[in-house]
């Protein structure tokens, strides 16, 4: 295998994914099992998907007055493989 062939297999490194942004789907496993969300973000290259209220962290914020930012306590979505999701139709 010569150094053309490696350098083509390190390129296809993205993912195809069946989840696109806004669709709607269901968690099929994990402490969020069976709920139903919108989809916020998909990154193709990792093969994760960010969702609506699931799958939710906890980050602490430092004040900074100087750029306006408060702190505290923030909750957000944290990225979930898209293995674990399943498109819905939407009605």
Request: aromatic share 2%; charged share 30%; hydrophobic share 35%.
């Amino acid at each position: 295998m010569g150094l053309k062939a490696l350098n083509k297999n390190k390129l296809s490194t993205s993912k195809i994914s069946h989840i696109k942004k806004n669709d709607l789907v269901v968690v099929l496993s994990g402490k969020d099992k069976g709920k139903k969300s919108r989809v916020i973000e998909v990154d193709h290259s990792v093969g994760k998907a960010r969702v609506e209220g699931i799958c939710l962290v906890t980050h602490h914020l430092k004040p900074n007055p100087t750029r306006g930012i408060k702190g505290g306590v923030l909750e957000t979505e944290a990225f979930i493989p898209v293995s674990k999701l399943k498109a819905i139709k939407d009605n």
